[in-house]
């Protein structure tokens, strides 16, 4: 299904955006997005129930009944199967928004220091943040080291590693 006003809602909490048939857009509709660089994402319009900031990952909010409730993901959450995509802008809790949920992401927020290509997943350190899943012939997933990567880093990014960071990124499908 193709919409009208999109780019020009900036990501944030959005009421007055229209399908192409003149239709208001349905909290937990999936939208496909093509950049004008010619990428192409897969976005869900999704309700904030503890508030997102640009780039957060975040996972269904279990408190809720509806899969359009997501909630920034707690360290708990890991490497854990439970990753719904990843906030398009900053909103308020309560507020409703853009959820990057398959294909290119521009801006996850991930850690200071990672390889391009490299297998991402969510953190088990900092909330809502992706960081790196390091797979080789040696990583064995175990109930302490569970490796479940959600994206896959598009660009390298070397800075300290007190500095906060956004990169681009594929994700991976997920539960929709």
Same mark, same amino acid.
């Given at each position: 299904?193709?919409?009208?006003?999109?780019?020009?809602?900036?990501?944030?909490?959005?009421?007055?955006?229209?399908?192409?048939?003149?239709?208001?857009?349905?909290?937990?509709?999936?939208?496909?997005?093509?950049?004008?660089?010619?990428?192409?994402?897969?976005?869900?319009?999704?309700?904030?129930?503890?508030?997102?900031?640009?780039?957060?990952?975040?996972?269904?909010?279990?408190?809720?009944?509806?899969? !359009?409730?997501?909630?920034? #993901?707690? &360290?708990? $959450?890991?490497?854990? %199967?439970? @990753?719904?995509?990843?906030?398009?802008?900053? =909103?308020?809790?309560?507020?409703?928004?853009?959820?990057?949920?398959?294909?290119?992401?521009?801006?996850?927020?991930?850690?200071?220091?990672?390889?391009?290509?490299?297998?991402?997943?969510?953190?088990?350190?900092?909330?809502?943040?992706?960081?790196?899943?390091?797979?080789?012939?040696?990583?064995?997933?175990?109930?302490?080291?569970?490796?479940?990567?959600? !994206?896959?880093?598009?660009? #390298?990014? &070397?800075? $300290?590693?007190?500095? %906060?960071? @956004?990169?681009?990124?594929?994700?991976?499908? =997920?539960?929709?």
């Amino acid at each position: 299904m193709g919409f009208t006003g999109f780019p020009t809602t900036a990501f944030g909490d959005v009421t007055d955006v229209w399908t192409s048939t003149n239709q208001p857009v349905e909290l937990g509709q999936v939208f496909l997005y093509k950049t004008t660089g010619g990428l192409w994402s897969l976005l869900k319009y999704c309700e904030a129930t503890d508030g997102w900031f640009k780039g957060d990952c975040l996972i269904h909010d279990p408190a809720k009944n509806d899969p !359009a409730n997501l909630e920034i #993901a707690p &360290t708990t $959450a890991g490497g854990l %199967p439970l @990753f719904r995509g990843i906030a398009a802008a900053t =909103v308020a809790s309560g507020s409703r928004g853009w959820v990057y949920v398959g294909g290119y992401c521009p801006d996850a927020s991930m850690p200071s220091l990672h390889a391009s290509g490299q297998p991402m997943r969510m953190s088990a350190t900092t909330a809502g943040k992706l960081s790196s899943a390091v797979i080789n012939a040696s990583a064995a997933c175990t109930a302490t080291l569970l490796l479940h990567p959600v !994206a896959i880093s598009l660009d #390298a990014q &070397t800075g $300290a590693s007190t500095t %906060p960071s @956004f990169g681009s990124c594929v994700i991976y499908g =997920v539960y929709l």
